[in-house]
């Protein structure tokens, strides 16, 4: 029978994996205490956590699959993305780029397992907020050339006189 600190701790683990988008499963090892606290500070901008348990909580809060089973060695977090399922894995394949110590394994999207390749896959893709803005720019692209060429006529009418007016 688990005691209760780690009944409480899986609880609260679940919890937070079904508030989250997509999570990763990251080994973690190597990695100093700045670099860690840094890369908190930049997930947690872009409201993301990276969350330190043990490798058996991992492994129940999964219900024990066995692509999960599998890579659960060594000293293991996980990275949740609560805002949208990209942002908190771009950053952690931007740390990876840079510090080369964190690999990262396998994790979830929206409750299905995947592995290591999809998680880059996804983590390639624009953010929620990045999407958002091209939409809008693509949208107002077509307004802002029916301006231009609405204006056109009396732009051109204004440079015609001008023209007149400095001969």
Do not use: C, H, W
């Not at 964190?102 to 397992?113: D, W």
């Not at 307004?143 to 001008?162: C, S």
């Amino acid at each position: 029978m688990p005691n209760s600190k780690n009944q409480t701790n899986l609880e609260s683990l679940k919890e937070r994996l079904a508030q989250a988008k997509s999570a990763a499963i990251v080994d973690y090892q190597g990695v100093t205490v700045n670099e860690l606290t840094n890369l908190r500070s930049k997930l947690r901008d872009v409201d993301s956590e990276f969350f330190v348990t043990k490798n058996t909580l991992i492994n129940l809060a999964f219900d024990k699959n066995a692509d999960v089973t599998a890579s659960l060695s060594g000293m293991n977090a996980l990275i949740l993305s609560y805002a949208d399922e990209v942002s908190g894995l771009k950053i952690a394949f931007d740390f990876q780029k840079d510090s080369e110590k964190l690999t990262i394994k396998n994790g979830s999207l929206n409750g299905q397992i995947v592995d290591a390749d999809a998680i880059k896959a996804l983590s390639k893709l624009p953010s929620k907020n990045e999407l958002i803005i091209s939409l809008i720019s693509r949208l107002n692209g077509p307004a802002y050339g029916l301006v231009n060429v609405l204006q056109a006529g009396p732009r051109n009418l204004v440079y015609a006189l001008q023209a007149i007016a400095n001969k």
